[in-house]
């Protein structure tokens, strides 16, 4: 009974924000890292960043550095990802992902192959 529900997608124009929450249900996210990865019409999954539910330490991709936050709260086992300055780029299906702890987090985003995927949600961007 182990999911990771992810909220907060839509369409915006561009330079608009987004922020996306990722609840997990039936495992603590005190031992686990997580991420969000997203995937583009046409195209394979792509990390954008990842953050460690045991110290916090963080994780992000260049394309999105600057302008996407990620951050969790263990007390309310939610995984958030704060989306600003949105490019048409960013467009796609946005997923919450999690592995149990032990996996640096620049290692996380550099795989695709995860121990839980949330059903993903789409992110929109145009004008």
């Known amino acids: 009974q182990l999911q990771l529900v992810e909220s907060g997608g839509g369409s915006v124009q561009p330079g608009g924000s987004l922020k996306l929450s990722c609840v997990a249900s039936?495992?603590?996210?005190?031992?686990?890292?997580l991420g969000w990865f997203r995937q583009a019409p046409g195209e394979g999954h792509e990390a954008v960043s990842c953050?460690?539910?045991?110290?916090?330490?963080?994780f992000a991709a260049d394309s999105v550095k600057g302008r996407f936050t990620i951050s969790a709260s263990n007390a309310r086992n939610t995984v958030y990802l704060q989306m600003d300055s949105l490019r048409p780029e960013d467009t796609g299906v946005y997923y919450c992902v999690a592995d149990q702890a032990g996996m640096d987090v620049r290692t996380m985003c550099g795989t695709v192959l995860h121990d839980y995927w949330g059903q993903g949600i789409q992110v929109t961007v145009s004008s």
């Open positions: 953050i460690s539910g045991v110290d916090g330490s963080t």
């Open positions: 039936g495992f603590s996210l005190d031992y686990y890292t």
